[in-house]
T-cell receptor
Framework: KAGVTQTPRYLIKTRGQQVTLSCSPI?????VSWYQQTPGQGLQFLFE???????NKGNFPGRFSGRQFSNSRSEMNVSTLELGDSALYLC????????????FGPGTRLTVT | KNQVEQSPQSLIILEGKNCTLQ??????????LRWYKQDTGRGPVSLTI?????NTKSNGRYTATLDADTKQSSLHITASQLSDSASYIC???????????????FGQGTTLQVKP
């Protein structure tokens, strides 16, 4: 069974630009969650999607948004990038929700200059 | 306030030695507790997941314990190997309004370095 895949793996952007990250969950998993990981803050929850609907949302500004498609693939978008957005963005999928075991992808390393 | 605290923040041990990582939480209502291993630059990988009724769970050389009364968990690594060098993250799931929702509260992690 293929694991969670994320693309791209590395990305360099300039302040003010926007970026879209992609996540393909494990086949059969309907829940996709996104996390931001920085050395200072650790792992922080961004949002969770289930059956194309955002079900949970963390405490991040509206510049961070996401969506989920009918095949459960998910995208995350960050607009008007700031230097502080530099982080490892992780996607995790689970069968039915965050209360179930989650499987993480390798992450996308975003650097904002 | 829901919180997960891990100790120590970092740890250095010699190859072959055992070690124990601690996790204290104040999360309510409690759903389950997980330990993840994260290698540098990679996504976390699940080691164990324990519910309220489970007090010990093993995965190879990794053994997790849970004391739901004191709200403490530990991860014991036996006969450490160089490949155990990683960050270990304790995550507690809080039950939500419906059966599948809820939220995850992450600890800051313990960085383990195993030296030859």
């Amino acid at each position: 069974k293929a694991g969670v895949t994320q693309t791209p793996r590395y990305l360099i952007k300039t302040r003010g630009q926007q970026v879209t990250l992609s996540c393909s969950p494990i086949s059969g998993h309907r829940s996709v969650s996104w996390y931001q990981q920085t050395p200072g803050q650790g792992l922080q929850f961004l949002f969770e999607y289930f059956s194309e609907t955002q079900r949970n949302k963390g405490n991040f500004p509206g510049r961070f948004s996401g969506r989920q498609f009918s095949n459960s693939r998910s995208e995350m978008n960050v607009s008007t990038l700031e230097l502080g957005d530099s982080a490892l963005y992780l996607c995790a999928s689970s069968r039915a929700g965050v209360r179930y075991e989650q499987y993480f992808g390798p992450g996308t390393r975003l650097t904002v200059t | 306030k829901n919180q997960v605290e891990q100790s120590p923040q970092s740890l250095i041990i010699l190859e072959g030695k055992n070690c124990t990582l601690q996790c204290n939480y104040t999360v309510s209502p409690f759903s389950n507790l997980r330990w993840y291993k994260q290698d540098t630059g990679r996504g976390p990988v699940s080691l164990t997941i324990m519910t309220f009724s489970e007090n010990t769970k093993s995965n190879g050389r990794y053994t997790a314990t849970l004391d739901a009364d004191t709200k403490q968990s530990s991860l014991h690594i036996t006969a450490s190997q160089l490949s155990d060098s990683a960050s270990y993250i304790c995550v507690v799931s809080a039950a939500g309004g419906s059966s599948n929702t809820g939220k995850l509260i992450f600890g800051q992690g313990t960085t383990l370095q195993v030296k030859p």
